[in-house]
C-alpha cells in the first residue's frame, strides 16, 4: 500500500511553488489542453452545486417556494438566524475539537505505526495491509458497528470495563462523552489513511541519511526528531491538510451514532448543516446551506493558511 | 508527429466527456423517472419506502397487477424512508413527481404545503371509508391528500414470564402509577423494567407523544405541568433504573432487540413487531398505553398514506386515481396490512383481520384510539414543535437539563418557529 | 528489538485495531433474538448463517454494480487528473497556481452538498439512477485528489528525460504518453486505489443519485435490510462481510504490486 515512494514526499511543494529545475518552455496552449478535461469538469460539476447551495442560502425559502420557485431574496438572513441560534457556538466548538483532536490521534498513531512498520519484520507487510481493511467498510456499517459496541447496557465495551473493575460508561448517551466516542470512531476509520501516506513518506528517505546519523551515534529515538520528522514535514503537512478536508466534512460517522446528540453534544457543522436540510420532517434549506457554506468558508480558511506557510517555507 | 499527438490529445479530451455522454445516451429512459415527459405512454411511476421488498415480493406484484388492471406499466422505485421526503421534494422541483407517491402520513402536511399533492377531489379518489382519525393525518384546510394504505401505533408488549416471576399481573397496569410500581418489582426481582426509543429524530417523538398526550398535554403547549409530568416519568424511569440508558440511542428496532433478549418486562413498540414477537421464543402479550389516570392513552398513528404528486400533464389523473383506489381496495389493503403488518385503515377490513387473527384486537382497537401527529391543524406546524420536543427529552434524560426546564426551553423555540 | 518481538507487537496492535471488524463478524452470525444480549456474547457460538443466506440470495447484482463503478471511477479519474498534473508540474500553465487551489478547495466541499446540486444536472443529462451516473459523482471526491498527487509525483521526474525524449523528436502528448506516464506508475496506482476506495464505500451519493432503478451500488443493498420498521442487522453486517472481501483482494494485489515499485528505491533497514 505504500504507493509512490517519492511521490508524496513532493506533494507538499507542488501546488504553488514552481518547478526547481531550469527547463524548455512548452507553448501555453498545450498546457492547457492537458488541463482542458479537469477545467471543463471542475465547471460542469462544482461550479453548479456551489452556485446552488449559496442561492438557497441568500433566499427566504419555505417548502412552497423550493417546490414551485420564487423565494425572495433575503440577503444575509439565513446566516443572521443561524449565528443566532443556540447550536452554532456549540457546533462551532464541537468543529474545531473533533476536527482537530481526531487530525492530532490519526496523525500521531499513523506515524507512530508507520515507523514501527518501516523497520521490516517478519510478517510486517501482512499485517500492515491488514491495518488497511477498516477502510474497506462502507462508513454506514462502521459506524453501526461502533455504536454497538459503545452501547450502554449490552455493549461489549462496557461489558469489558466491568470485568476489569472500572464503571460502565454511557458512551453515546451522555453530554460529556458523546463527542469522545464519535471522535473514537473516526480516528480509527483514519489511522489507514495517515499510515499509508507516512509510511510511503518513510520508504522515501534515503537509507544513507540514517547510516550518516547512525555513524554520528543517533539513539533511535533521535533518529526520529532529528532525521526523519524533519524530512517528513511535507509529507505530514500534506497528510495533515487532506485529513484536515476529510475529518471537516464528516457527517455520516456522527450521524449514524449520535444524532448529533445528546442536545447538540456532538453536533458539528457538518451534522448540523445535514439536520437543517433532512434530518427534520419539514427541510430547511436555506439555514442548511448557510451552514454549509460557512462550513467552506472555513476550508477555505484553513487551505489558505496552508499555503501561505509553505510559501514561507519554500522561500 | 504533432498530427498523431493532437490526434491522441482529443482521443484524451473525448474520453473524459464520452463516459458520462455515452452512458447518458443508453440509460435515458429507462432509468430515469419521466413522469411529465411521456404523456400519453404506458409507464407510470411509483415511489414506496418499502425497499425491503423486491421484486418477488406480494407487494411489488400487487403494484403490477394494479397496473395492469388499470392498462399501464407500473415502474416502481422503492426508496428508503427517510430519503423519500428529500427525493419526492427535489423531484417535485425539477417538475419529475411519481405518479404515485407512498410517504409516511406526518409527511403528507409538508409535500402538501409544498404544492407537491393533488387532492383527493382532484383526483376524484373516494376516502368515505376511512376511519376519520386516521384520514385526518392527511387533511388540511378541509382538503384531503391522500389515503392511509394502513396503519400502526404502539402499545407495550409485555415478557410474561418475567412479570410472572415478578409477581405482577399485567391486567393491574392501568395507569402510571401502577405501571411504575410493575417496573419496581421487576427490578426488585433482578430483572429488567422497560424499553422504549428517545432517539432525537422523530422517532423519539413518536414513541413519547402517548405518554404527553396521556398526560393531558397540547402540543401548542410543550411546558404545561402535564407535559412535565409526562416527561418526569420517563426521566424517573432511567435515573431508578427502571429504562435502561440506551433507550436515548435507542431507535425501535434496537429498543425491540433490547426486548428479545427476554430480560425486559415491557417494551413499548408498534404493530409491526408481531412477526417479530412470534420468533422472541418466549410468552408475549399486549397491553395499550395508559394514560396517567387510568384508560388508553391517545398513541400517535403511524403508517403511510397513498398519494398523486401534481402533474403537468393532468390527464395522467385518470389512471392514477385507478392505481390509488386498487392499492387502497379492501382486498389489496388486506393483503398489503398483512405483509407490513399494519391495521387497515378501515373498518371493513379491521374486522377481517380480527377474524382472521384475534391477536390483532388489542391493536385495532389502539389503532381507534391513536391520533395523527400533524392533525389538530397543526399541519407543518407539527414538525416545528416536534424538534423541540425531542430536544426536550433528550436534554431531560442525559441529566443536562430538569423536565421543567427542558420543556420550558422547547416551548420558547417552538412558539417562535410557529409564529 | 528482536524482530519475533516486533511481529509479536505487530500482531497485537493489528489485533486491536482490528476487533471493531470482529465484532462485525461476530454480529453477523447473531440471531436476531441475541442482538442485546446483556453481557454480549463474544463469539459467535450458536449463531445463525440466516444473514448469509439472505446476502447471497439478494446482494451479488450490488455487488457486481460496485465493482463496475469502483473501475469506471479508476478510470475516470486517473483519464482526468493524470494529464491535468503533467501540466500543472513540467508545462508551467499561466494560472496553474490559482487552478492547483480551486482544486484543494473543490475537495472541501461537503458530498451532500454536491448531491443536491447534482440531482438536477443529472436529471437534465438523464444519467439519474445508473451506474455511469455514479462514476461521474464518486470522481468528484478522487479527482482532486489525483491532480494533487499526479502533480506531486510529475514534478519529480528528472526534466533530462522530457528533453531527451523531445530531442527525440516527440511532441508533448506523445512524451506524456510514452514516457511520463509510464515512469509515473505508482501515482497512477496510488490514485487508482484511492479513487477505487472512495467510490467503493460511498453512500451520499449513492444514496441521492442512485436510489431508484437497477444499478445500485453494495452500500445501497445495505439499506434495503433497513425497511421501515424493521432492521435486519445479521444481514447487513454479512453483507459488509462479503463486501470486504473483493475490496481486500484488490487491495493485496495493488500491495504487491506496488511493494515491486517501492523496493526499486532499495530499502534497507
Given at each position: 500500500?505504500?504507493?509512490?515512494?517519492?511521490?508524496?514526499?513532493?506533494?507538499?511543494?507542488?501546488?504553488?511553488?514552481?518547478?526547481?529545475?531550469?527547463?524548455?518552455?512548452?507553448?501555453?496552449?498545450?498546457?492547457?489542453?492537458?488541463?482542458?478535461?479537469?477545467?471543463?469538469?471542475?465547471?460542469?460539476?462544482?461550479?453548479?452545486?456551489?452556485?446552488?447551495?449559496?442561492?438557497?442560502?441568500?433566499?427566504?425559502?419555505?417548502?412552497?417556494?423550493?417546490?414551485?420557485?420564487?423565494?425572495?431574496?433575503?440577503?444575509?438572513?439565513?446566516?443572521?438566524?443561524?449565528?443566532?441560534?443556540?447550536?452554532?457556538?456549540?457546533?462551532?466548538?464541537?468543529?474545531?475539537?473533533?476536527?482537530?483532536?481526531?487530525?492530532?490521534?490519526?496523525?500521531?498513531?499513523?506515524?507512530?505505526?508507520?515507523?514501527?512498520f518501516a523497520q521490516n519484520f517478519k510478517l510486517s507487510a501482512t499485517l500492515r495491509a491488514?491495518?488497511?481493511?477498516?477502510?474497506?467498510?462502507?462508513?454506514?456499517?462502521?459506524?453501526?458497528?461502533?455504536?454497538?459496541?459503545?452501547?450502554?447496557?449490552?455493549?461489549?465495551?462496557?461489558?469489558?470495563?466491568?470485568?476489569?473493575?472500572?464503571?460502565?460508561?454511557?458512551?453515546?448517551?451522555?453530554?460529556?462523552?458523546?463527542?469522545t466516542s464519535v471522535i473514537i470512531a473516526n480516528v480509527w476509520i483514519g489511522i489507514p489513511f495517515n499510515l499509508v501516506v507516512l509510511y510511503s513518506g518513510l520508504q522515501a528517505i534515503p537509507s544513507e541519511v540514517y547510516e550518516a546519523a547512525a555513524l554520528d551515534g543517533?539513539?533511535?529515538?533521535?533518529?526520529?526528531?532529528?532525521?526523519?520528522?524533519?524530512?517528513?514535514?511535507?509529507?505530514?503537512?500534506?497528510?495533515?491538510?487532506?485529513?484536515?478536508?476529510?475529518?471537516l466534512k464528516v457527517f455520516d460517522i456522527i450521524w449514524i451514532m449520535t444524532k448529533g446528540g445528546p442536545t447538540d453534544s456532538s453536533t458539528t457543522f457538518a451534522t448540523w448543516s445535514y439536520k437543517l436540510s433532512f434530518g427534520n420532517l419539514l427541510p430547511q434549506f436555506g439555514p442548511g446551506a448557510a451552514v454549509g457554506n460557512l462550513l467552506i468558508i472555513m476550508a477555505l480558511i484553513f487551505g489558505l493558511l496552508y499555503i501561505r506557510l509553505q510559501r514561507r517555507q519554500s522561500l | 508527429m504533432t498530427l498523431s499527438s493532437r490526434r491522441g490529445l482529443r482521443a484524451i479530451a473525448a474520453l473524459s466527456v464520452a463516459v458520462c455522454l455515452t452512458a447518458a445516451c443508453s440509460n435515458d429512459n429507462s432509468s430515469s423517472g419521466d413522469g411529465s415527459t411521456a404523456a400519453g405512454g404506458g409507464t407510470y411511476n411509483i415511489w414506496d419506502p418499502y425497499p425491503q421488498f423486491d421484486d418477488s415480493s406480494d407487494w411489488v406484484k400487487l403494484l403490477a397487477k394494479c397496473g395492469t388492471d388499470a392498462g399501464v406499466t407500473v415502474k416502481r422505485t422503492g426508496y428508503d424512508t427517510t430519503d423519500l421526503t428529500n427525493k419526492a421534494l427535489l423531484a417535485a422541483q425539477q417538475g419529475n413527481s411519481p405518479d404515485v407517491l407512498i410517504v409516511d402520513n406526518p409527511v403528507v402536511s409538508t409535500l402538501a404545503e409544498g404544492g407537491v399533492l393533488t387532492t383527493t377531489d382532484d383526483t376524484k379518489v373516494d376516502t368515505s371509508a376511512v376511519e376519520p382519525n386516521l384520514l385526518a393525518a392527511g387533511q388540511q384546510d378541509g382538503k384531503t391528500y391522500g389515503i392511509p394504505i394502513g396503519a400502526n401505533t404502539l402499545a407495550l408488549y409485555y415478557n410474561k414470564k418475567v412479570l410472572d416471576a415478578a409477581k405482577v399481573d399485567p391486567a393491574t397496569v392501568k395507569d402510571w402509577t401502577s405501571l411504575t410500581a410493575a417496573l419496581e418489582k421487576v427490578k426488585a426481582a433482578g430483572k429488567k423494567g422497560i424499553t422504549f426509543s428517545a432517539i432525537g429524530t422523530e422517532e423519539g417523538s413518536f414513541q413519547f407523544l402517548p405518554w404527553f398526550w396521556g398526560s393531558g398535554a397540547q402540543l401548542t403547549q410543550l411546558d404545561s405541568p402535564q407535559a412535565v409530568s409526562a416527561l418526569a416519568l420517563w426521566t424517573d424511569w432511567l435515573k431508578k433504573g427502571y429504562a435502561p440508558n440506551s433507550v436515548l440511542n435507542n431507535t425501535q428496532t434496537t429498543s425491540w432487540q433490547e426486548f428479545a433478549t427476554g430480560d425486559y418486562a415491557f417494551s413499548e413498540n408498534g404493530t409491526w413487531q408481531l412477526a417479530n414477537a412470534k420468533k422472541a421464543g418466549f410468552e408475549y402479550g399486549i397491553i395499550p398505553i395508559p394514560s396517567q389516570a387510568g384508560g388508553t392513552a391517545p398513541a400517535p398513528t403511524g403508517g403511510e398514506f397513498v398519494t398523486a404528486p401534481v402533474q403537468t400533464d393532468t390527464k395522467r389523473y385518470a389512471t392514477t386515481a385507478k392505481l390509488v383506489a386498487c392499492l387502497s381496495s379492501a382486498d389489496n389493503a388486506l393483503t398489503t396490512d398483512t405483509t407490513l403488518s399494519y391495521v387497515a385503515a378501515t373498518s371493513a377490513v379491521q374486522d377481517k383481520q380480527v377474524a382472521a387473527n384475534p391477536d390483532l384486537k388489542v391493536w385495532v382497537e389502539a389503532v381507534k384510539a391513536a391520533k395523527g401527529r400533524t392533525s389538530d391543524n397543526l399541519g407543518t406546524k407539527y414538525p416545528k414543535i416536534s424538534e423541540p420536543l425531542w430536544g426536550a427529552f433528550q436534554a431531560a434524560l442525559s441529566g443536562g437539563k430538569s423536565p421543567a426546564d427542558a420543556l420550558k426551553a422547547a416551548q420558547t423555540t417552538a412558539a417562535s418557529a410557529t409564529k | 528489538m528482536k524482530s519475533?518481538?516486533?511481529?509479536?507487537?505487530?500482531?497485537?496492535?493489528?489485533?486491536?485495531?482490528?476487533?471493531?471488524?470482529?465484532?462485525?463478524?461476530?454480529?453477523?452470525?447473531?440471531?436476531?433474538?441475541d442482538m442485546r444480549h446483556d453481557p454480549p456474547h463474544l463469539f459467535p457460538f450458536n449463531g445463525t448463517l440466516e444473514g448469509?443466506?439472505?446476502?447471497?440470495?439478494?446482494?451479488?447484482?450490488?455487488?457486481?454494480?460496485?465493482?463496475?463503478?469502483?473501475?469506471?471511477?479508476?478510470?475516470?479519474?486517473?483519464?482526468?487528473?493524470?494529464?491535468?498534473?503533467?501540466?500543472?508540474?513540467?508545462?508551467?500553465?499561466?494560472?496553474?497556481?490559482?487552478?492547483?487551489?480551486?482544486?484543494?478547495?473543490?475537495?472541501?466541499?461537503?458530498?451532500?452538498?454536491?448531491?443536491?446540486?447534482?440531482?438536477?444536472?443529472?436529471?437534465?443529462?438523464?444519467?439519474?439512477?445508473?451506474?455511469?451516473?455514479?462514476?461521474?459523482?464518486?470522481?468528484?471526491?478522487?479527482?482532486?485528489?489525483?491532480?494533487?498527487?499526479?502533480?506531486?509525483?510529475?514534478?519529480?521526474?528528472?526534466?533530462?528525460?522530457?528533453?531527451?525524449?523531445?530531442?527525440?523528436?516527440?511532441?508533448?502528448?506523445?512524451?506524456?504518453?510514452?514516457?511520463?506516464?509510464?515512469?509515473?506508475?505508482?501515482?497512477?496506482?496510488?490514485?487508482?486505489?484511492?479513487?477505487?476506495?472512495?467510490?467503493?464505500?460511498?453512500?451520499?451519493?449513492?444514496?441521492?443519485?442512485?436510489?431508484?432503478?437497477?444499478?445500485?451500488?453494495?452500500?445501497?443493498?445495505?439499506?434495503?435490510?433497513?425497511?421501515?420498521?424493521?432492521?435486519?442487522?445479521?444481514?447487513?453486517?454479512?453483507?459488509?462481510?462479503?463486501?470486504?472481501?473483493?475490496?481486500?483482494?484488490?487491495?493485496?494485489?495493488?500491495?504487491?504490486?506496488?511493494?515491486?515499485?517501492?523496493?526499486?528505491?532499495?530499502?534497507?533497514?
Open positions: 500500500m505504500t504507493v509512490a515512494s517519492d511521490l508524496i514526499t513532493r506533494a507538499a511543494a507542488a501546488p504553488a511553488a514552481p518547478a526547481r529545475a531550469p527547463r524548455r518552455r512548452s507553448p501555453q496552449w498545450a498546457a492547457w489542453l492537458f488541463l482542458a478535461p479537469v477545467v471543463i469538469y471542475l465547471i460542469a460539476f462544482y461550479a453548479y452545486p456551489l452556485y446552488r447551495n449559496l442561492d438557497l442560502s441568500l433566499r427566504h425559502y419555505t417548502v412552497r417556494s423550493f417546490v414551485q420557485g420564487g423565494a425572495p431574496f433575503s440577503g444575509l438572513d439565513n446566516y443572521r438566524t443561524v449565528v443566532d441560534n443556540a447550536t452554532f457556538w456549540p457546533a462551532l466548538l464541537h468543529t474545531v475539537l473533533f476536527t482537530g483532536i481526531s487530525l492530532i490521534f490519526q496523525f500521531a498513531i499513523g506515524m507512530a505505526l508507520a515507523v514501527f491488514l491495518f488497511l481493511v477498516p477502510w474497506l467498510l462502507p462508513l454506514i456499517v462502521s459506524a453501526s458497528t461502533w455504536s454497538w459496541m459503545l452501547n450502554s447496557d449490552s455493549g461489549v465495551v462496557n461489558f469489558a470495563l466491568k470485568s476489569v473493575g472500572i464503571d460502565p460508561v454511557n458512551w453515546l448517551t451522555s453530554p460529556s462523552w458523546a463527542l543517533a539513539t533511535g529515538w533521535q533518529r526520529f526528531w532529528r532525521v526523519t520528522f524533519p524530512l517528513l514535514r511535507p509529507v505530514s503537512a500534506i497528510t495533515l491538510l487532506l485529513g484536515l478536508v476529510y475529518t | - | 519475533q518481538l516486533k511481529t509479536g507487537a505487530g500482531v497485537i496492535l493489528t489485533a486491536i485495531m482490528l476487533f471493531p471488524i470482529y465484532w462485525m463478524i461476530n454480529v453477523s452470525f447473531t440471531k436476531d433474538t448469509y443466506r439472505a446476502v447471497l440470495h439478494q446482494q451479488m447484482p450490488y455487488l457486481g454494480t460496485s465493482l463496475l463503478v469502483g473501475l469506471g471511477t479508476v478510470i475516470l479519474t486517473v483519464a482526468l487528473s493524470a494529464p491535468a498534473g503533467y501540466s500543472l508540474a513540467k508545462l508551467r500553465p499561466r494560472g496553474g497556481g490559482a487552478l492547483s487551489f480551486v482544486l484543494l478547495m473543490a475537495q472541501m466541499i461537503p458530498g451532500i452538498i454536491m448531491a443536491m446540486g447534482f440531482y438536477a444536472i443529472y436529471l437534465k443529462l438523464g444519467v439519474l439512477n445508473s451506474a455511469a451516473g455514479l462514476v461521474l459523482a464518486d470522481s468528484t471526491i478522487a479527482v482532486p485528489f489525483g491532480v494533487l498527487i499526479f502533480t506531486a509525483f510529475m514534478s519529480g521526474i528528472p526534466s533530462e528525460l522530457i528533453n531527451a525524449a523531445e530531442i527525440d523528436g516527440a511532441g508533448t502528448f506523445r512524451t506524456f504518453w510514452s514516457v511520463v506516464l509510464p515512469v509515473s506508475r505508482n501515482a497512477v496506482v496510488t490514485v487508482s486505489l484511492f479513487a477505487f476506495l472512495w467510490a467503493w464505500s460511498d453512500f451520499v451519493f449513492a444514496t441521492t443519485l442512485d436510489g431508484g432503478g437497477n444499478q445500485q451500488p453494495i452500500t445501497l443493498g445495505i439499506y434495503h435490510y433497513i425497511g421501515n420498521n424493521n432492521q435486519q442487522w445479521n444481514a447487513i453486517m454479512a453483507t459488509a462481510v462479503i463486501a470486504s472481501i473483493p475490496a481486500t483482494l484488490l487491495l493485496i494485489l495493488a500491495q504487491r504490486y506496488v511493494a515491486a515499485g517501492v523496493t526499486a528505491g532499495a530499502v534497507k533497514d
